[in-house]
Nanobody
């Protein structure tokens, strides 16, 4: 089993920045990738980005490319989502996930509890 604990999030004005962290514990050696997803009210869970744990390769959704950055600290089993130039449409509950590399929620086996990000206009 892998446990994921998220921190960060909150309320920010449009154009501002937020930083989300996700700490993994347990059988972390079984994790190939860590992903970030988000879900707004009434919408499906949406892929944000993912990072390979082994070599740090990242991949982002077009909607966040150039504004969001994912990084990892292998020694601390932590992944960070740095969000810049935030827009009101970025408002959602953000989830970190662990599993195989991919853009679909079904490709990830473990999920954090989610953290609210609200961007005011």
């Amino acid at each position: 089993q892998v446990q994921l604990v998220e921190s960060g999030g909150g309320l920010v004005q449009a154009g501002g920045s937020l930083r989300l962290s996700c700490a993994a514990s347990g059988r972390t050696f079984s994790i190939y990738a860590m992903g970030w997803f988000r879900q707004a009210p009434g919408k499906e869970r949406e892929f944000v980005g993912t990072i390979s744990i082994s070599d740090g390769t990242t991949y982002y959704a077009d909607s966040v490319k150039g504004r969001f950055t994912i990084s990892r600290d292998k020694a601390k089993n932590t992944v960070v989502l740095q969000m810049n130039s935030l827009k009101p449409e970025d408002t959602a509950v953000y989830y970190c996930a662990a599993g195989d590399p991919g853009t679909y929620p079904s490709e990830y086996d473990y999920w954090g509890q989610g953290t609210q990000v609200t961007v005011s206009s």
